[in-house]
């Protein structure tokens, strides 16, 4: 294994790359036109840091690329391709592109070469003159909708999409920072032909206009030809250096058709996931209403309850734990930053206490959330030894929109500790306190919240407060139409409670994969360490778009999942050892 796997092994992602051949160097082809060097020289831009910025990442890579001009572009479309190799032509930031070396790139797309393209590449013509977005659209089927100035912005992140063949070292929706630059941002657009593999927004993943129309980096094929295509210029990639290499890592991975393959993030059928909770506490009662929209639904949700409160309701919370997933929400409505850990750990053992006075089992719930979202790495060391297995923290608590293991004690193995679920999503108290009026627009944002996030194949976390699900409150009224939109059967959303996202996030941990390619052939060792998991599944990401798979064994079922991807499915898991050769054809 080279040391970029293994090193790469210790992601919470745990996804594996390939043991391949390093590129060989006429493979990645660097166009540089004279051309360009002037119009941006002559706009006051640093045309050698393009240049620079490409030849260090390429060699953080491992990767050799070969410069070519335009005398070269044209040699090359004149020569006969040899072989049936895949190879990419990389145009990075190439805003001047002649008549000529247009026609040249068009003669090579033709033979089904890969183009890979960034930023404002082919905006102008010899003479300088603006030609628009056409050569964008015309080879990466992305329509450019607008230019951003992130000098305007209070910090902007590059959001990857989770899942697809450019981001498969890359969690869905991590904030991948981008400093303010001089150069605008494109925000494109895929069309019926491309998808999207990341888009832009802010520390909570809003942008300021609608997700989908806040696109960063698109990948298509057609006519035989890979086309990748960044709306984000070179000179942003060192402020988040380790991240755009990985972007870039998989991203040059796919145009050289290099398959890849990784472990889904969710049981198979299932796209993304969603937590729907209630903080349950004043108002107790009001769990109600929740309960019967769930119910009526088949859904199952978790009730954090404020322990001194639900004594109070013993009826509620046994309906609560008869059928869904009680948890804590501390005895008293305080914060617990900064408590002392003793202090902490007599919380938490008293909440327990008053739980279980109503429904003995509830003792030994697996689930908190700190009141008010206030709590520090002492909460989750209290949490875990008292057997709490999973915490509902904040927006802050993940980087990405996946679970992540807490990281509050550093020598704990990693399925000993801490499951923890970010709140990804706004919840009822921010939407409330928005200068908005109209109710019904206000709620509709948590309808395009939640499909943001299963946009990103992610993991959406909404938190209600009983007390602003009274009979007729407006978060009450809205609510029907929330359920009913995330559980279109076509959408696979897996809507569950917080101890399944757990208990699963834990499981999927414990299996690893390695995975070795040789001609027309990948061999998956999977070695699960834990019990039978069922509905496991891979992606794979494939060399071409059609080829097909053939599996070694009848337990496992071949999904398609779109142009690029099929997913292998197991019913179920076993543990130990299993071995599966893919033919690819
Ligand atoms: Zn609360």
């Known amino acids: 294994m080279r040391p ?36 941006m020289g002559q706009a006051g831009a640093d045309v050698a840091r393009t240049a620079k910025t490409w030849s260090a990442a390429l060699a953080r890579l491992g990767k050799t690329a070969k410069t070519v001009d335009t005398a070269g572009l044209q040699a090359l479309r004149q020569q006969v391709v040899e072989g049936k190799e895949a190879r990419v032509l990389i145009l990075p930031s190439a805003v001047v592109l002649s008549a000529s070396e247009r026609e040249s790139i068009a003669a090579l797309v033709n033979q089904g070469w890969s183009i890979f393209g960034t930023w404002a590449v082919g905006s102008r013509d010899e003479k300088f003159a603006w030609t ?142 969603l937590l729907i909770e209630m903080d349950t506490e004043d108002q107790f009662a009001n769990a109600g209403n929740l309960l019967n929209m769930l119910e009526s639904r088949g859904l199952t949700g978790t009730f954090y309850s404020l322990t001194s409160v639900a004594v109070k309701h013993a009826e509620v919370v046994k309906r609560i734990a008869a059928r869904h997933e009680l948890a804590f929400h501390a005895e008293v409505h305080d914060g617990f930053k900064d408590l002392p850990l003793a202090e902490q750990e007599r919380r938490m053992r008293s909440m327990q206490t008053q739980l279980g006075t109503i429904v003995p089992a509830a003792s030994k719930a697996t689930g908190f959330r700190a009141p008010l979202e206030s709590f520090d790495s002492n909460t989750e060391i209290a949490m875990r030894k008292l057997g709490l297995k999973h915490h509902a923290g904040s927006p802050g608590s993940s980087e990405s929109t996946l679970p992540v293991f807490s990281n509050a004690e550093a020598a704990v193995p990693l399925q000993q500790r801490l499951v923890v679920l970010p709140r990804t999503m706004l919840d009822d108290i921010n939407l409330l306190q928005m200068g908005v009026s109209d109710p019904s627009r206000k709620f509709n944002l948590l309808i395009s919240q939640a499909n943001d996030i299963h946009q990103l194949r992610g993991f959406g976390l909404l938190s209600v407060h009983s007390q602003y699900f009274g009979n007729d409150m407006p978060l009450t009224k809205a609510f029907p139409a929330f359920l009913d939109s995330v559980m279109q059967p076509t959408r696979q959303t897996w809507v569950t409670h917080a101890t399944a996202i757990e208990q699963w996030w834990r499981a999927k941990e414990q299996v690893n994969l390695q995975v070795t390619a040789s001609a027309g052939q990948l061999n998956l060792d999977l070695t699960n360490n834990a019990a039978p998991l069922a509905q496991f599944k891979v992606i794979v990401m494939l060399p071409k778009s059609a080829t097909t798979l053939q599996v070694s064994s009848p337990a496992v079922k071949i999904d398609r999942l779109d142009d690029q991807r099929v997913a292998l499915v197991w019913t179920s898991l076993p543990s130990g050892q299993t071995n599966l050769s893919i033919r690819l054809r």
């Open 132 to 273: 628009g977005y056409s050569f964008i659209e015309d080879n990466f089927n992305t329509n450019v909708l607008a230019d951003y100035d992130l000098a305007k912005t209070d910090g902007w992140f590059l959001l990857p999409v989770g899942e697809t063949p450019l981001t498969t070292q890359l969690a869905a929706g991590l904030r991948i920072y981008m400093p303010k630059i001089t150069e605008r941002l494109l925000l494109v657009q895929p069309n019926e032909k491309a998808a999207l593999a990341a888009r832009g927004g802010d520390w909570v993943r809003q942008a300021t206009m609608s997700a989908n129309k806040a696109g960063l980096v698109t990948y298509s094929e057609a006519a035989g030809a890979r086309r990748a295509f960044w709306g984000v210029p070179e000179s942003i990639w060192d402020t988040s250096r380790a991240q755009f290499d990985q972007l870039l890592g998989s991203t040059l991975s796919w145009l050289l058709r290099e398959p890849q393959v990784i472990k889904g993030n969710w049981p198979h059928p299932y796209q993304s996931a």
């Open 4 to 39: 970029a796997c293994s090193l790469l092994l210790t992601f919470a992602l745990s996804l594996l790359c390939l043991v391949m051949e390093p590129a060989r160097a006429q493979q990645l082809l660097l166009f540089q036109n004279q051309s360009t060097a002037e119009f």
